[in-house]
């Protein structure tokens, strides 16, 4: 199961040399663990149009944020999670240290230094999945994604802190500001199954069930 962000009318997503973040709380399942999983991604891994987003390498299990400058992918790589449990994953990018950060259950765990404009690939925004083109995906998460967001600057060490809240969390929509509306599809869900968008806290119309994304 993947949520499917189109790409039309989304500007929020094109980073460019601009400050951004983004991040999630996530847990995993046996069934994942030693496998390429992307919980969150935009691109075309089969054209190297090379993705920017979250994933876990295959074999070792390390954590990793991709960011594609100039067509170059760039991985800011933190440490291997093979536990079952929930954890609260933040990727920052601060151009003003030259800097993208990792951060894992409220404390940063690897920084890259890059410069540049992050590529911009006009495709979808998928969360749970990797985009192959076409409308294809792979390298699915096996498990459970929630309270994703996006930033259009970088979060502060403290936000990241209170959000990870020692594990008991924090209301993202405390960090909000004016909702947006989203435009998405799901793929792999039955008839009976729902998705419910929120975003800044607030739930859109129209939309129903269990997973929230916030930009």
């Known amino acids: 199961e993947y949520v499917s962000i189109a790409d039309s009318g989304h500007s929020d997503f094109e980073f460019g040399s601009n400050d951004f973040s983004f991040g999630c709380w996530v847990k995993r399942t046996s069934a994942g663990i030693n496998t390429d999983e992307w919980f969150m991604a935009r691109g075309d891994a ?23 400058i100039g067509g170059t992918p760039h991985e800011t790589t933190g440490p291997a999670i093979t ?64 309270e994703f967001a996006f930033w259009s600057r970088a979060v502060s060490p403290e936000e990241v802190g ?34 419910m968008v929120f975003t800044d806290g607030e739930l859109l119309p129209s939309t129903f069930g269990p997973h929230t994304v916030y930009v």
């Open 46 to 68: 089969t054209s190297w149009d090379a993705p920017w987003g979250l994933h876990f390498f295959p074999g070792n299990n390390q954590i990793s944020v991709r960011t594609n």
């Open 83 to 146: 536990d079952l449990n929930w954890h609260h994953v933040i990727a920052v990018r601060d151009t003003s240290a030259g800097k993208v950060r990792l951060y894992v259950d409220g404390a940063q765990v690897a920084t890259t230094d890059v410069a540049g404009a992050v590529s911009n690939p006009v495709r979808p925004l998928l969360l749970g999945a990797l985009p192959l083109g076409g409308g294809a995906s792979g390298s699915s998460l096996n498990g459970t994604l929630d």
């Open 162 to 195: 209170a959000l990870w809240n020692g594990g008991d969390g924090k209301k993202i929509s405390d960090f909000q500001g004016p909702a947006i509306q989203l435009e998405y599809a799901v793929a792999g869900l039955s008839a009976d199954d729902k998705v």
